[in-house]
């Protein structure tokens, strides 16, 4: 089946279509990570979004049952250069192609990924829908300048009831504002005990719950979207360690009076170098976000950057200079990889527990 991508400046791509046989529009986005195709559609910062592999080849060895960042993807489409018909690996359950149908994701192969991929480096993200070619491009394309991306992201895609994961070690509020699983993998694994929270959980609900340490999840979209729980955040600092991933890096900076802003392209993909100001340390880092802290609206007497991305200087990672709490841009709970920085959480526990012996 022919499909088209059309982009919102008029530039379009034909290709062969595989997936779910639906059109859609969203954001288009795209990706340099190597692996890890699975973790990327399942991840829930993906939502509303259409995600263009720079990686040649994607699909050739399958989906299977670990690799899952969440249960139902929300991302709007998959864009490759080549999508490997037959995948062979020994934990493969489902093709791709198999996967996004069942999931009612489309998927769009045959095109220049290179060529799109400068088109957003140099234009920025735009607007993007993948449609069959047997429709009318002019209707298609008038469709798509009159599409409004969502606002409500964090709402669509966070847990809307608290729920437990039982461990037997610290107590962890974990506050989901599209969580990836390996998050709590990574906690699980320190045999912690997690109680899952929606993205609006007031602060008392919170401090009621006596947790150990709170951690601030990955997510999608704007996070000037979610005052309610940048007004959380303010509730509980101070309180309780506090640990922000991702979307949770900027709300936590958000509360502290900082200003985030949103990135041209952004950073998406696996092999993001970050320096720790401290100790000169280079950690390769997985990453997918499209707003960013202002170096330049960081309070110092609040909070101390902790690290930079090496290629363009943005701040990856800040620590509050009163408070246990402290926030990264990047994700250490690295799925599929690299673990560089996994050691992160470990050094949460550790903050947990020297809160707890000063308390």
């Avoid at 969203?26 to 890890?36: A, P, Q, W, Y």
């Avoid at 791709?96 to 220049?112: C, Q, S, V, W, Y």
């Avoid at 509050?320 to 599929?336: E, I, K, L, N, T």
Wanted: hydrophobic share 35%; glycine share 8%; proline share 5%.
């Amino acid at each position: 089946m022919k499909r088209w991508l059309i982009l919102e400046d008029g530039t379009y791509f034909e290709g062969e279509g595989f997936g779910a046989s639906v059109n859609v529009f969203g954001e288009i986005v795209f990706t340099t990570s190597m692996t890890g195709y699975q973790e990327a559609i399942t991840d829930q910062s993906f939502n509303g979004q259409i995600i263009t592999f720079t990686y040649p080849m994607v699909g050739n060895y399958g989906v299977n049952r670990d690799d899952y960042e969440s249960i139902s993807p929300t991302c709007k489409g998959v864009v490759v250069k080549e999508h490997a018909r037959l995948a062979s690996n020994w934990r493969k359950q489902l093709t791709l192609d198999e996967f996004l149908k069942r999931k009612n994701i489309p998927g769009i192969a045959g095109i220049d990924t290179r060529a799109l991929t400068r088109k957003i480096r140099q234009h920025g993200t735009m607007k993007a829908s993948i449609v069959d070619a047997g429709d009318v491009f002019d209707h298609a394309f008038d469709q798509l300048k009159a599409a409004v991306l969502p606002t409500n992201q964090v709402a669509q895609v966070s847990t809307s009831k608290p729920y437990p994961s039982p461990g037997t070690g610290r107590n962890i509020v974990v506050i989901d504002f599209g969580l990836k699983h390996s998050i709590l993998r990574e906690l699980s694994r320190r045999n912690c005990n997690l109680t899952i929270l929606p993205y609006n959980t007031t602060a008392q609900e919170i401090l009621d719950l006596a947790p150990d340490g709170v951690m601030l999840t990955n997510g999608p979209g704007d996070p000037k979207s979610l005052p309610e729980a940048i007004k959380m955040i303010q509730g509980i600092q101070g309180k309780v360690p506090i640990f922000g991933i991702c979307l949770g890096h900027q709300l936590f900076s958000l509360a502290n009076g900082a200003d985030t802003y949103k990135m041209k392209f952004g950073h998406r993909g696996l092999n993001h170098p970050v320096r720790e100001i401290a100790t000169g340390r280079i950690d390769f880092t997985s990453q997918n976000h499209g707003f960013a802290v202002d170096e330049a609206s960081i309070d110092p007497e609040k909070l101390m950057v902790t690290h930079v991305e090496v290629n363009d200087g943005t701040i990856e990672g800040v620590r509050h200079r009163r408070y246990p709490a402290f926030s990264v841009q990047y994700h250490p709970d690295a799925a599929p990889g690299p673990h560089d920085a996994v050691h992160l959480f470990d050094e949460f526990l550790e903050m947990i527990d020297a809160w707890k012996e000063q308390n």
